[in-house]
């Protein structure tokens, strides 16, 4: 997986979902945004790259959504 691509695609999400007043709500919305769409293998791919230095570029909720979610987010 290109993490570049990951990274500008969670970018995306975050960015839709800043603009929610109760952040904790985004972080649940784009926590559960990447669990339906997208596949394990792409979800299992950022999970395991946060420490990346690519993925230093992720929006920092998106960051704090998978932090906050990661259990939910991993391949079962």
């Known amino acids: 997986m290109d993490i570049n691509n990951l990274v500008v695609m ?3 999400i975050g960015d839709f979902f800043e603009s929610m007043p109760n ?3 985004a972080k649940t919305n784009i926590a559960n ?7 394990p293998r792409m979800r299992q791919a950022l999970i ?3 420490d990346h230095p690519l ?3 992720l929006h920092s909720l998106v960051r704090a959504a998978i932090s906050e979610n990661k259990q939910n987010l991993l391949p079962k």
Do not use: P, V
Request: glycine share 0%; charged share 30%.
């Open 10 to 12: 969670a970018n995306r």
């Open 23 to 25: 952040q904790q709500e």
């Open 33 to 39: 945004h990447i669990r339906k769409f997208w596949e």
């Open 48 to 50: 395991s790259n946060l």
């Open 55 to 57: 993925s230093e570029a």
